[in-house]
């Protein structure tokens, strides 16, 4: 069996929990997540079932990541988020649409972002939210990370409500700390709901609860969904055996970059690189013969 499954992941429980609970519905072992979600946020958590764990990368890594947020202004915290102690407070100032859209607008594309002290975040060998249990928060340097889209959903007195699409490695905590600076305030994340991994959508995923009580084959997603967006090339018989063996085919009409390979039913059967006329299978996969 394999596919992806997209889960409504609820609050208080992390992605690993998430991954260990559908191995033991679906009694199979070999399954993945596209990309954590921390235990306070809910929402699209992508899993990959059996060898369609050899296209997580491309859920991972590829995909704009959508999400609903809540900043609470006036007050900043340890983690960035609801769940840490309050370390500081500051007054909000009068908050109006215009001011709101004018202060997020530099948040838009490219831009340099301090990870929180809580985090996955490996230093020496160690994760930052290990080492915090410690005591030790050593300064992190800021990273690239690209916001596609901010929108203003709503705000009050001393929260704003967001819809944020950004790439891979963004933290939405960061984020959230960053525009109350940028505000004159201090402010901390208190809600996050994931609505989107690529696309994969909220529409598309599963409760816990009835996969439960469905088992998983109702809930499995085709391949292909991985590589959306992808240029697709459909083979014939013969370019079908000679990709199922790793060799490229001339193929002169697709232009240079990735390609998704399917066979006459739409099955993906590769991802390959298409480079000067040739198509040049990076990953065949024979999902008869996957366990």
Not at 33 to 44: E, I, M, N, R, W
Not at 94 to 109: D, M, N, Q, R
Request: proline fraction near 5%; aromatic fraction near 6%; charge should be negative.
């Amino acid at each position: 069996m394999h596919g992806f499954i997209s889960i409504d992941k609820p609050l208080g429980i992390t992605s690993h929990d998430v991954v260990a609970i559908v191995r033991r519905i679906s009694r199979i072992k070999r399954i993945g997540h596209a990309g954590t979600l921390d235990p306070g946020a809910s929402g699209v958590l992508v899993l990959a079932v059996g060898a369609t764990t050899r296209l997580i990368e491309y859920v991972q890594d590829d995909t704009h990541k959508t999400y609903v947020a809540t900043i609470q202004l006036g007050s900043a915290t340890d983690s960035d988020d609801a769940d840490g102690s309050v370390i500081a407070q500051a007054a909000v100032p009068e908050l109006s649409e215009a001011w709101l859209l004018t202060t997020l607008a530099p948040f838009v594309g490219q831009i340099l972002q301090v990870p929180p002290k809580v985090s996955a975040i490996h230093v020496d060998g160690q994760r930052m939210y290990d080492l915090a249990r410690k005591g030790i928060a050593p300064e992190l340097p800021a990273r690239p990370v690209h916001i596609y889209h901010i929108a203003l959903r709503g705000y009050t007195s001393d929260t704003i409500s967001l819809e944020i699409s950004c790439g891979k490695g963004t933290y939405i905590r960061s984020l959230a700390r960053d525009i109350g600076i940028a505000l004159g305030t201090l402010a901390h994340l208190c809600s996050l709901r994931r609505t989107a991994v690529g696309s994969f959508g909220v529409n598309d995923s599963v409760s816990l609860d009835t996969l439960r009580a469905d088992g998983i084959a109702p809930w499995l997603l085709a391949n292909s969904r991985a590589l959306d967006g992808w240029p697709v090339y459909c083979v014939n018989a013969a370019e079908h055996r000679l990709i199922d063996n790793g060799m490229p085919i001339p193929v002169p009409s697709i232009a240079d970059g990735r390609v998704a390979v399917v066979d006459a039913t739409g099955e993906l059967i590769a991802t390959a690189e298409s480079r000067a006329g040739s198509l040049h299978p990076s990953k065949v996969f024979r999902w008869s013969d996957a366990s």
